[in-house]
């Protein structure tokens, strides 16, 4: 029996009362609804609150520019709540080192300033929690909202300000509901329940009493039997259930309820599940993070079969982590568009069960300094120590660390435990945090000497020093320092580990930039033979490292590497590495890549500073790709070809620097036959898009962006023709929300019969999510300009239409124009100073320098330089893309060879004279996106 998805689940728990609530939410087309909505859903515990959260949650996003969900716990970090706050909101940007709750608090507050934001605030236990965190949300009148989920009722109220028709009770589910979801579970449908169960399963829903999280446990324990589902195995559960359910409480009722399925567990399950003691309460927990946990601390067992052994064990621990899901012992968190899920929450139900029957069994051992710690062994395996911002916070000293084997350590750093006294741990998990100022490293060399290590992760906020030299931990399978904000060194001799299976490295490592040649040979023979994931995180500007050295590197090293799948290279988070819109990229190719052949995932985070020319022809050559995110300077029919090639492709984003010149056509021809995902975002132009009818048959979400708004004078840029399992689609435009309307109507066209896009005009300065990324200069304007260069987007809009539609005609443009510029040899260049002020930085401070200069005319070198030659059709070519967003070919007389007839002008005289004027202009004039342009063309 198959499980039911959790979406499924969700259905079936929310009721028609339930729904009401969420359209009135989402509801905003009155005065009173404008205003910012504080609303509470109350309930004891497993009723279902973060349930209704989610859904609510997952339905009305889109509609929000801002969105985040946080999940509180009984005794709260606020450090932690808040920065969890910051890094949804900011999803791009790195939390500053000296950044406190308090400077978080009015970040956010700043940011949400006229914005319409949701946030959902699960788990709410102290309304004192509240009155700190309310003031990181302004009031408004954009519609926002916020959801906070309770199980206390003066906290419901205070939330609400004591309006309780904003208070929405939960009740237990009805019996109709819980038929329905016990029936399904178990059996498909209730139609398909034999006749001679259906007495006992309904006894069986009716003790559950319509709490969810019992009903769907106890359908998923009888669902994952070896043996087929008798009369007597239900009569045995009923019975067993009626013996332990004396509790009124929902919480206790559903936690007998859990004990009865745990005790049934297999072993190893067991195992697994109380490894989730090791997380602080309301984490969350990432599957591949965990599995590689349970193989270093060998929870995990497999049969003998194909393929490597070390892989065989993460396969197995992935199924584990699956039946934990499906048995409803742990809760999905972030589910991709294979419907796998990738993370997941632990119930504070399930908590206290697992917290309960590991102090039974001295399985872990948790000395949390915020809460009343009972009498510890000495005798500890796993220690789990959480000691937050205390100060003085202490290991227990009759803790013998010789005999613990994984270690999980969260506070400052001068609480921290000696590294060394831990001889034989396998497992080494360290989240530091230290004091602003700090200038040295947190000395953590004592790790070379740790020679059983498996699994070893450090995330720190201060600077850290690692060994000089880790080859004798010979046994080491996972290094992760990725999300340590500073490190002095990588030591590179981690390619004599022979079993290292997870590599991730942080950014101002810069390993890859000062390896040698052989040390690049070394890994070339596969002294990294087991290595299958690589994490790399790269600059997000060019001045900071050395990326094309590190990406040049990085090339060599991935050259038909034989076990390689996954290869993610993602900007950094280091706080000196915030990302500078509009900043250049260094471009990169690799077109004579031997890939590796086993990709599964290669991802290159559009803001890191790298970008890729086109879409590289190796990549039809990987038959198992499955994920595919990079950044490309342009896209072209041919770039789709090799994408439609890819047999396995599910989940595909692309993010194209310049708009294609020619028409894209996803049609009808083999290819994108498992596609889910797909999401396409030019940050200069707008291209033709056309998806024809089930050109991408299984695609579920389809998300489109542009850093730009279309001309009144485009219609129909984008056709979506019938696509049968679209459940979403997306789109943003870059503008002003007045063109909403117009965008809606006139720019894209969607079939009738797919779902109803979302459509949002938003700030091209603050992108959505990605508002680290470059903007149209079409939307720009410096905040520098003054008062009347920033005037109401429409007149400008329509200022510039004029301007490009009179640019070609002489007469028609001098008479819109205010200056013109004296070019030598040819006839004078009419400019309007308003236009290209507001769409260049330089302009706009040079047009002001020069303000109490009498005349409308200007010299070219008063502009350029003395010495700069620039032509009169490079110049022009510039000024109509800033007038238009556009320019058309180039002019022939910049193109005519000099030398013979029917040349192709690839690399002759007179296209690269003409191109380099044309950089130089770009360059002077700071238009980024069309320097990098004509940089790729040169090259």
């Not at 989240?431 to 992760?457: A, M, N, V, W």
């Amino acid at each position: 029996m198959l499980p039911m998805p959790y979406d499924e689940v969700a259905q079936i728990v929310i009721d028609g009362r339930m729904n009401e609530f969420i359209c009135s939410l989402a509801a905003n087309d009155t005065a009173g609804q404008q205003q910012l909505k504080v609303v509470s859903v109350l309930g004891s515990g497993c009723l279902g609150k973060t349930t209704l959260a989610n859904v609510l949650y997952e339905r009305i996003e889109m509609q929000f520019e801002c969105r985040a969900f946080i999940r509180v716990s009984r005794k709260s970090d606020m450090k932690r709540l808040f920065s969890d706050l910051f890094s949804q909101l900011h999803k791009k940007q790195p939390l500053p080192a000296s950044c406190n709750e308090l400077g978080i608090s009015d970040n956010t507050s700043k940011h949400l300033q006229h914005k319409r934001y949701l946030i959902v605030i699960d788990d709410l236990w102290d309304a004192s929690v509240w009155d700190i965190i309310k003031y990181a949300f302004p009031n408004g009148n954009c519609g926002s909202r916020i959801i906070i989920t309770t199980q206390i009722e003066d906290v419901a109220l205070t939330c609400c300000c004591d309006h309780t028709e904003h208070v929405f009770e939960m009740k237990p589910l009805d019996d109709a509901h819980s038929r329905m979801l016990f029936f399904n579970r178990l059996f498909g449908s209730e139609n398909d329940c034999p006749a001679e169960f259906k007495q006992v399963s309904n006894e069986i829903i009716d003790i559950c009493g319509g709490l969810p999280l019992a009903t769907m446990n106890i359908a998923s324990h009888l669902a994952n039997q070896q043996t087929a589902v008798s009369l007597d195995l239900l009569t045995y559960i009923r019975d067993s259930l009626r013996s332990h359910l004396w509790s009124s409480s929902t919480s206790e009722r559903t936690r007998q309820v859990l004990t009865l399925s745990y005790n049934n567990l297999p072993h190893y399950l067991k195992t697994c599940l109380l490894y989730l003691h090791m997380y602080p309460e309301g984490s969350i927990i990432w599957k591949d993070d965990l599995s590689m946990q349970w193989v270093a601390e060998a929870s995990i067992v497999t049969q003998k079969g194909k393929g490597q052994y070390q892989d065989r064990l993460k396969k197995a621990a992935g199924i584990c982590f699956d039946e934990l899901i499906d048995r409803r012992f742990i809760q999905p968190s972030y589910i991709n568009y294979n419907n796998e899920v990738l993370s997941c929450t632990v119930h504070d139900v399930v908590r206290e069960l697992i917290a309960h029957k590991s102090a039974e069994e001295n399985f872990i051992v948790v000395v949390d300094y915020n809460r009343k710690n009972i009498a510890l062994s000495h005798k500890v395996r796993r220690l789990s120590l959480i000691f937050g911002d205390a100060k003085y916070a202490k290991t227990p000293e009759n803790i013998t660390k010789s005999q613990v084997r994984s270690l999980r350590f969260f506070g400052l750093f001068d609480c921290m435990p000696c590294i060394r006294d831990f001889k034989v741990l396998r497992v080494l998990n360290l989240q530091l945090s230290g004091h602003c100022g700090l200038h040295d490293p947190i000395d953590l060399t004592g790790i070379s000497e740790l020679f059983q290590l498996r699994y070893l992760k450090i995330a720190s906020d201060v600077c850290i020093k690692l060994p000089n030299h880790i080859r004798g931990l010979q046994c080491l399978e996972t290094l992760d320092v990725m999300d340590a904000t500073r490190v002095t060194a990588i030591p590179w001799d981690i390619i004599h580990l022979p079993h290292l299976f997870h590599l991730a490295l942080p950014v101002d490592t810069n390993l890859l930039g000062t390896m040698t040649d052989s040390v690049v040979s070394l890994w070339s023979l596969c002294k990294l033979n087991y290595l299958q994931d690589l994490y790399l995180t790269i600059s997000s500007t060019p001045c900071s490292g050395h990326p094309e050295k590190n990406m040049e590197s990085l090339g060599s090293l991935l050259e038909g590497h034989g076990s390689l799948k996954n290869i993610v290279v993602s900007h950094g988070p280091s706080v000196k590495d915030i990302v500078v819109p509009g900043a250049s990229k260094v471009i990169i190719s690799w077109d004579d890549l031997e890939p590796p052949p086993l990709l599964q995932r290669f991802e290159c985070s559009p803001h890191s500073c790298v970008i890729f020319s086109q879409i590289p022809k190796w990549l039809k050559e990987l038959g198992n790709l499955c994920i595919l995110k990079m950044a490309v300077m342009e896209l072209q029919m041919s770039s789709v070809d090799i994408l439609r090639g890819l047999p396995a492709l599910i989940d595909l984003s692309l993010y194209v620097q310049w708009a294609p010149g020619e028409r894209i056509i996803f049609d009808k021809a083999a290819g994108f036959s498992v596609l889910k995902y797909f999401k396409l975002r030019c940050t200069s132009g707008i291209p033709w898009l056309k998806f024809e009818a089930d050109a991408m048959p299984n695609l579920w979400k389809l998300t489109l962006g542009f850093n730009a708004i279309p001309r009144m004078d485009q219609h129909q840029l984008i056709r979506i023709e019938h696509m049968p399992d679209l459940k979403e689609i997306s789109v943003k435009f870059g503008g002003a929300a007045a063109h909403i309307e117009y965008a809606v109507r006139s720019v894209v066209s969607n079939h009738p019969r797919n779902p109803t896009i979302n459509m949002q005009l938003v700030n091209s300065s603050s992108y959505g999510d990605e508002s680290t990324e470059q903007s149209l200069p079409i939307n720009w304007a410096p905040e520098s300009c003054a008062a009347d260069a920033v005037a109401d987007v429409e007149p400008l809009r329509r200022l510039s239409d004029n301007l490009a539609t009179a640019f070609h005609s002489p007469d028609d443009f001098a008479f819109l124009a205010d200056m013109c510029i004296a070019m030598p040899g040819a006839p004078d260049l009419h400019v309007h100073r308003y236009m290209l002020s507001v769409r260049s930085p330089f302009l706009h401070a040079f047009f002001a320098r020069r303000a109490s200069v009498e005349g409308n005319r200007l010299e070219l070198w008063e502009l350029l330089g003395e010495k700069v030659e620039v032509g009169y059709e490079a110049l022009q070519l510039v000024l109509e893309y800033l007038y238009s967003a556009r320019f058309h070919v180039l002019p022939r007389p910049a193109c005519v060879c000099v030398d013979m007839d029917g040349c192709a002008h690839v690399s002759c005289h007179p296209v690269i004279s003409f191109m380099v004027q044309v950089l130089f202009v770009t360059f002077t004039f700071q238009i980024t996106e069309l320097t990098n342009y004509f940089q790729v063309h040169i090259r």
